[in-house]
T-cell receptor, first 113, second 113 residues
Framework: NAGVTQTPKFRVLKTGQSMTLLCAQD?????MYWYRQDPGMGLRLIHY???????AKGEVPDGYNVSRLKKQNFLLGLESAAPSQTSVYFC????????????FGQGTRLTVV | GESVGLHLPTLSVQEGDNSIINCAYS??????FIWYKQESGKGPQFIID?????DKRQGQRVTVLLNKTVKHLSLQIAATQPGDSAVYFC????????????FGAGTRLAVHP
């Protein structure tokens, strides 16, 4: 059981570069989420999706875009990376009837220099 | 605005003692309150949830208490073990807001032998 898989696990970007973080889940979950976690802080919701083809803004969406073209994948894009986007990014998925129990990936550590 | 926060950033306990981790919330419209555990280098893991119309729920060695009068949530861990050492997050679900899962800042639990 793979669960939720994030790629890559680590990445260093230069300011202004772009990249896409991939999240894949094999549990057939409807809901998927992208969070960022900064040192000593909780997880802040960037964007989320309640089903294939749908996305919605979370608490801190600026500077990020997402796409959910396939149910099992949720992509997070940074068009022009900034040092303020240095963080650990977590993807999660859940089912509508059990959406309190989200399953998280291992995280992607992104550094923007 | 909506917020979920914690009273204590760090809690140190002796192995075998009971632990109590507290959380304050501001939004009374949440349907569920949840506790997650995050071990170092890993994504958060679901522990237990409680519906907003309940005041207590028990799991295996854990109990969650909800006091809606003072907007307070707590997690009690019985007979704390070294494996319980982690950061604990409270979170809440707003079903009226597209089922967003919003996290608080976290409390680190350190268990000493």
């Amino acid at each position: 059981n793979a669960g939720v898989t994030q790629t890559p696990k680590f990445r260093v970007l230069k300011t202004g570069q772009s990249m896409t973080l991939l999240c894949a889940q094999d549990m057939n979950h409807e809901y998927m989420y992208w969070y960022r976690q900064d040192p000593g802080m909780g997880l802040r919701l960037i964007h989320y999706s309640v089903g294939e083809g749908t996305t919605a803004k979370g608490e801190v969406p600026d500077g990020y875009n997402v796409s959910r073209l396939k149910k099992q994948n949720f992509l997070l894009g940074l068009e022009s990376a900034a040092p303020s986007q240095t963080s650990v990014y977590f993807c999660a998925s859940s089912e509508p009837g059990r959406n309190t129990e989200a399953f998280f990936g291992q995280g992607t550590r992104l550094t923007v220099v | 605005g909506e917020s979920v926060g914690l009273h204590l950033p760090t809690l140190s306990v002796q192995e075998g003692d009971n632990s109590i981790i507290n959380c304050a919330y501001s939004n009374s419209a949440s349907d569920y309150f949840i506790w997650y555990k995050q071990e170092s280098g890993k994504g958060p893991q679901f522990i237990i949830d409680i519906r907003s119309n309940m005041d207590k729920r028990q799991g295996q060695r854990v109990t969650v208490l909800l006091n809606k009068t003072v907007k307070h949530l707590s997690l009690q861990i019985a007979a704390t073990q070294p494996g319980d050492s982690a950061v604990y997050f409270c979170a809440e679900i707003f079903s009226g807001g597209y089922n967003k899962l919003i996290f608080g800042a976290g409390t680190r639990l350190a268990v000493h032998p």
